[in-house]
Structures are given as C-alpha cells and as structure tokens.
DNA sequence: CAACTGTATATATATGATATACACACTATA
DNA sequence: TATAGTGTGTATATCATATATATACAGTTG
C-alpha cells in the first residue's frame, strides 16, 4: 500500500484515501480476501488521525468495496473489480464533459480539444 | 445577464455566478465599461442573499475583472477578454488533466479517451 | 427626501479533521 | 487455563473553516 496524501489538494484527505485505495483493488494489487493496513496505522504513516483513516474506510465499506470486522481489521470485499471499473468510467465521462463544457465557454473546436488532449496524455 | 443558479450543484453559488460572469465577458455580451447588474438587483432575481452576489462581484473585483463603486454599482473593466480567455484554457486543460489521470486507472488508451470525447462533444 | 447603490456585523449550518477514551480479538506465557 | 499485552475498530466531544444568511449601516444621485 502506497498511499500519498496531498494537502495542497483540494480533495479532502478522506476521499483521497478511497479514491486511491480503490483504484489499488481496480489495479488487483489487492484482491478479495486480503487484509488492508489498519486505520491505526494507516494514521501513524500518514500522519493523520485515525478517525479521518476510519471515515474512509467506512466509505469504502458502505460501498462495498471492503468488510471489516472490529478488532479483526478490514478486508477487500469480492467481486467488486468490474463494479470500480464501471465507476471510473463514469468518472472519467465526467471531466471529459466538464472539459467540453470549459471548452465551449472559449470557442474551442472539437478537433483543438483532441489536440489538447493528445499532448497531455503524452506527458 | 441570465445567471442560473443550481441548488444541486456541489459549486458554491458565489462561485456559479463569477463562473458565469466571467464567461458573458468573454463572449462579448458585456464590454469594458458597461454596467453590471446591482448586487441587490441579482440577489433578488436569483432569490439569495445580498452577501452571496457581493462575495461573487468581490472575488471578481480582486481578480480585475470589474470595477465596483460604493454607491453606483460594478462596471466591466477593460482588457481582460484575453486574461479571461487563457484562464479558461486552464480550467479546459485542468479538467482533461484529471480524465487523464482517471481513465490510467481504469487502463484506457489515448484513442479510447478520444473516442469517449468525440461520442459527449456531439451530445 | 426618496430610491437607488454598495458595506459591515453578527450568526447559523455543514463539513473536514482532530484527541482521547472506550470496547473487542487474538496470542504469548506464567 | 488464565490473563496481561498488544493489536484491532468505535464513540464522544471539540475545533476550524467555508458557505450562506438577515439586518442594520453608509454613500450617490436626482
């Protein structure tokens, strides 16, 4: 588990956590059944309290995503890679729009956005 | 000026409307010197409070957008089109940035995001 | 003065993050 | 086998900040 937190982000520390964690189980770095660190130390690596680790996983779990079982820890839940794909997708669906939509408001073409596109993917 | 605002939108208000002011200015609908509408006069168009329409025209004034008198009103300021324009290739950039970043995740090639692009530009 | 303009103060609500004290589960060892 | 120790997650009370507000104040103009 390598989790980076940015304070400069605007993103709150939480959703940086299961953002991360998330794309982590998408990547099968973690498959069903494993363990993931605990919020304990999770917070001591970070450097952040433990009820900022625990809000994260509870979203995690409230989606699904993992279990955890108290004084045991927190597991990946199964089946959950197609379900986080589908996710990401919809979220890469949305900043494209919010793009386009950015772009219109500066008369910028289809054909310039590709153009735009291309080169950053390159980088 | 026709400013819309959204309830549902995660954006702050203050924020709708600079977004959407900026956007006028730099379609031309209002040029340098003309006369914005009164904070008062917008607060009660949009049925929000005084405080919100003033924090937008404030951050509009810090950025140099317009001009803001006590007791006559806010004014387009001048030569701001191109600021504007670059600004929102920023934001247009930004927004493609963070498609990018999400569509690694979830393993999608530069022609998928392209074709992704076209497909939502049209809509 | 009247009717318009922007301004300042004090306040409510929601969200993000925290410290600290609590309760449950395993395990080593007396 | 009992139990202390160290690991796990949980609950309460609190703080800081951001968004939005109502209401009272002050300047400008005809």
Redesign the pocket.
Known sequence: MNIIISNTSE??????ITTQIKAIIMKGELNAGDA??????L?KEL??????T??A??ELERDGFIE???????FVASGNQELLREEQLRITEGHLIQAIESARSCSLSLAQLQEMLAVLYEE
Chains 1, 2 share one sequence.
């Open positions: 993103k709150p520390i939480y959703e940086q993931l660190p605990s919020i304990r130390f917070a450097r952040i309290s433990v009820i900022t625990k809000r996983y509870e955890t079982v108290p004084g045991k820890g927190s």
